[in-house]
């Protein structure tokens, strides 16, 4: 699968990027949810986004959102240390990766995604 991560943290981007570079993936990340917008709408050919939700430009959500009007299509996966059901709440968005987390969470995430 092609994966985007985004995390304005680089060494969680680039941890996360190595565990799923293991099993195969080709895996992109960036640090900047701006410039993530920017990325997908000139290429629309990820299967998944890994998200962080709190960030400095703007939201996981605000990403998820501005994303969606285009690619619809798209799953996304927010990781946070925040409590989960506070990110469901806030975002609708069903599948977290819990900060810290470790490659069986990572595992589960994948494998309960619709693709």
């Given at each position: 699968?092609?994966?985007?991560?985004?995390?304005?943290?680089?060494?969680?981007?680039?941890?996360?990027?190595?565990?799923l570079k293991i099993w195969g993936h080709d895996v992109s990340t960036l640090n900047s949810p701006l410039e993530a917008v920017e990325q997908l709408q000139k290429d629309n050919t990820y299967?998944?986004?890994f998200t962080d939700f709190v960030m400095?430009?703007?939201?996981?959500?605000?990403?998820?959102?501005?994303?969606?009007?285009?690619?619809?299509?798209?799953?996304?996966?927010?990781?946070?240390?925040?409590?989960k059901e506070k990110v469901?709440?806030?975002?609708?968005?069903?599948?977290?990766?819990?900060?810290?987390?470790?490659m069986d969470n990572v595992k589960q995430i994948l494998e309960k995604l619709p693709l």
């Open positions: 699968m092609k994966i985007l991560i985004v995390d304005d943290d680089a060494s969680i981007a680039f941890l996360l990027s190595e565990i299967d998944i986004v400095d430009d703007m939201t996981g959500k605000d990403l998820i959102d501005e994303v969606k009007k285009t690619q619809p299509e798209l799953h996304f996966v927010i990781t946070t240390a925040l409590p469901i709440g806030d975002t609708g968005i069903e599948h977290i990766l819990e900060k810290p987390f470790k």
